[in-house]
């Protein structure tokens, strides 16, 4: 086959360099190794190259984060990734989309978004192909990997050889996208040690105590604290019809473990009763009315049919329904809300799976890698890259400049 995409038809094909998958980190990797003159074949069992990034960022793809540092990422090894993000950059990453006259602006936190659509990185990762001489096979299922002299990729109708592999297949994250597990099978087939997966970057399932108090919330969203670990996040969090989401939820998860608990700040830097205690006599209704003022009625509403004290009571005493609103409350009961709003803890009864989880962390362990080529230390000529390998960034376009980062370094090696 000629051109840039297509499927494979022909009976045997001979390259420098084979890339399997034609994501983020697989389109680099391709257009860096292109460049430098070597014959590449990208094999990408969808239909089209770049799926994934087409539905990044709500359709807007957050290419990047101009923030970005080794910190930002999780990995068995914390410092593995510093050579790759050194080396290929967020500005290095703004200025290819600049000369393709790609308008973008910067968000929250040191995001990068495309001002129109997500197809415009897709096609310019594409046309970068196209330069380099790349050739993206498309509906191109891999069967087999084998190795004797050089590497033998047999595909349903073609084989590719080459002496370089690069293995881009991405994690097991949103199967409905052709997620697979090949690269794990082909890391481990050379004799590569897995971290065990998980989802990240992904909501928390409600425990049935938690359901019954909080699930018909669903839609609401506030602003908060959470704090998973060692690490607290604060953005945005959404009540769902299961559990919790929204950017503050999906950033903790990263650091979450099954059974552990999840600390929400639900009025960051608020001090919600301070009015209330300089009054004589405080009531509910005051401290509604309060809480309504930082936080969405409905939970404001929620939190103090579940949380307020009554009248001489601490915030745990239950409430009865027959209290009054104009009950005075003591100033202790006020000290031990205010106490409880900084700190709701809850333990998710589990999260929603690789089937909603945006990245899959673990996988190929670092210590069997090059930092500086993304080459194994096992088996010369088989690279890994992207979110394959056992470096998982936060939320926020950091895994896609683990993907160009790790892309290039590999490019520039093969």
């Not at 990997?145 to 073609?158: K, L, P, Q, R």
Request: charged share 20%; with cysteine.
């Amino acid at each position: 086959m000629d051109g840039l995409t297509g499927v494979a038809t022909n009976p045997s094909h001979q390259f420098d360099v084979i890339v399997l998958g034609a994501g983020a980190a697989g389109l680099m990797c391709a257009i860096e190794a292109g460049k430098r003159s070597r014959r590449v074949a990208m094999l990408e069992h969808n239909e089209r190259a770049g799926k994934k990034i087409l539905i990044s960022g709500g359709g807007r793809c957050n290419f990047t984060n101009i923030h970005c540092r080794p910190e930002n990422f999780l990995s068995a090894n914390p410092h593995f990734a510093k050579s790759a993000l050194a080396r290929y950059t967020p500005a290095d990453f703004i200025a290819l989309v600049e000369k393709h006259g790609i308008r973008y602006h910067e968000k929250t936190l040191g995001q990068f978004f495309c001002d129109r659509s997500a197809h415009e990185i897709t096609t310019m990762l594409e046309t970068e192909c196209r330069d380099a001489g790349v050739q993206i096979f498309c509906r191109t299922r891999v069967r087999e990997v084998s190795h004797a002299t050089e590497f033998v990729v047999s595909a349903d109708n073609a084989k590719f050889r080459a002496p370089a592999l690069v293995v881009a297949t991405g994690g097991i994250s949103i199967p409905k996208m052709g997620a697979t597990g090949i690269g794990y099978d082909i890391a481990r087939q050379f004799g590569m040690r897995i971290v065990p997966t998980r989802p990240a970057l992904v909501p928390f399932l409600f425990s049935k105590k938690d359901m019954a108090r909080y699930g018909d919330l669903a839609g609401v969203a506030t602003e908060v604290v959470a704090t998973a670990g060692d690490h607290s996040f604060r953005e945005k969090m959404l009540f769902t019809h299961r559990g919790l989401s929204g950017p503050a939820i999906l950033q903790a998860s990263l650091y979450w473990r099954a059974g552990s608990q999840v600390r929400m700040d639900m009025a960051p830097e608020q001090a919600v009763v301070t009015e209330l205690l300089e009054i004589a006599n405080p009531t509910r209704a005051a401290l509604r009315k309060q809480l309504r003022s930082i936080m969405p009625n409905r939970l404001a509403d929620r939190w103090m049919e579940l949380h307020a004290p009554v009248a001489g009571a601490p915030a745990h005493f239950s409430q009865n329904a027959a209290q009054a609103a104009k009950a005075v409350l003591s100033n202790a009961a006020l000290h031990e809300f205010e106490a409880g709003l900084h700190e709701w803890v809850i333990t998710p009864a589990g999260d929603e799976g690789y089937e909603k989880a945006e990245v899959t962390a673990g996988g190929v362990g670092t210590s069997e890698l090059n930092s500086t080529t993304m080459e194994s230390k096992k088996q010369r000529g088989l690279f890994f890259i992207g979110e394959v390998v056992d470096v998982t960034g936060q939320l926020g376009g950091y895994n896609f400049q683990w993907a160009w980062a790790s892309g290039a370094a590999a490019g520039r090696a093969v």
